[in-house]
């Protein structure tokens, strides 16, 4: 019996480890200088992106900073912030500490979006419901609502708003979409842990591991194989910071200036 308890002791300390990864990586001190301007008076989602719902978030995605030795898993996470402060950020050129510090400062698509509405026998939109934009990477259209609710256990075709009222929530979608596959494109994780390796079809069109490709998973249409633009370089921007601040070299491949779309 002891050895069954020392043994089921062990199960319990391994998994009370796994939960603590990310935290002994990220603190909440090392979260409020990466994302330092979040809660400024300009931002409206003031408030609301906490490190505690951060952290909570993550432990439903157990491989998510988990992968790899130190250096990979401080990348991905550089990586996550990066590609989700592009998507919410408020900065400007001249902005106090920079641009690239002015991330996760709204919880939710800008002006008079629409319904984002598209036809799916699977993930029907609900009647008088838009899935326009919101959370960490601004998950978008009925599909992404219903596959990232059906994830995490909660309704959110029926419930859009639930991804800008709840920040536990809203972080869980950003992390669904980042550790998902959407075939033909690879999860976001998968080519940041070095988990990837591009197909005969990825190579012709450029598609190489590295940040660039991560960047073209998530928005490869609009900026990707364009050359040098501003999109892609912000998303760049904000990956160096958030490398330096973690102390871990961003990597080669950053762009997708040269990349083809997925499924092109």
């Known amino acids: 019996m002891r050895l069954l308890v020392l043994g089921l002791f062990s199960v319990l300390c391994l998994k009370c480890v796994l939960a603590q990864n990310i935290s002994s990586l990220i603190s909440k001190n090392l979260f409020e200088r990466i994302l330092v301007h979040r809660n400024d008076a300009a931002c409206g989602a003031k408030g609301f992106y906490t490190y505690e719902a951060f952290i909570t978030a993550t432990k439903t995605f157990a491989a998510f900073g988990t992968t790899g030795d130190t250096n990979t898993r401080n990348k991905e996470i550089a990586a996550f912030l990066a590609q989700t402060s592009h998507e919410t950020t408020g900065g400007w050129a001249t902005a106090p500490d920079g641009p690239y510090s002015w991330g996760y400062c709204y919880k939710q698509e800008q002006g008079s979006p629409g319904d984002y509405c598209a036809s799916s026998q699977h993930w029907p939109c609900a009647p008088g419901k838009k899935y ?48 998902t596959a959407q075939q033909p494109k690879p999860s976001a994780h998968d080519v940041i ?10 190579s012709a069109a450029g598609r190489v591991p590295g940040f660039g490709v991560i960047t073209n998973i998530i928005n490869g249409g609009m900026e990707c194989n364009r050359g040098s633009n501003a999109l892609m370089d912000n998303r760049i921007g904000f990956y160096r910071r958030y490398c330096q601040i973690l102390g871990v070299d961003p990597g080669n491949n950053l762009d997708c200036a040269n990349q083809r779309p997925f499924g092109q």
């Open 193 to 202: 842990t070095g988990r990837w390796s591009p197909s005969v079809a990825d």
């Open 132 to 179: 326009f934009g919101r959370g960490p990477i601004q998950i978008s259209y009925n599909y992404n609502y219903g596959a990232a609710g059906s994830a995490i256990g909660v309704n959110l075709l029926n419930n859009p708003d639930l991804v800008a009222n709840d920040a536990v929530v809203s972080f869980k979608t950003a992390l669904w979409f980042w550790m």
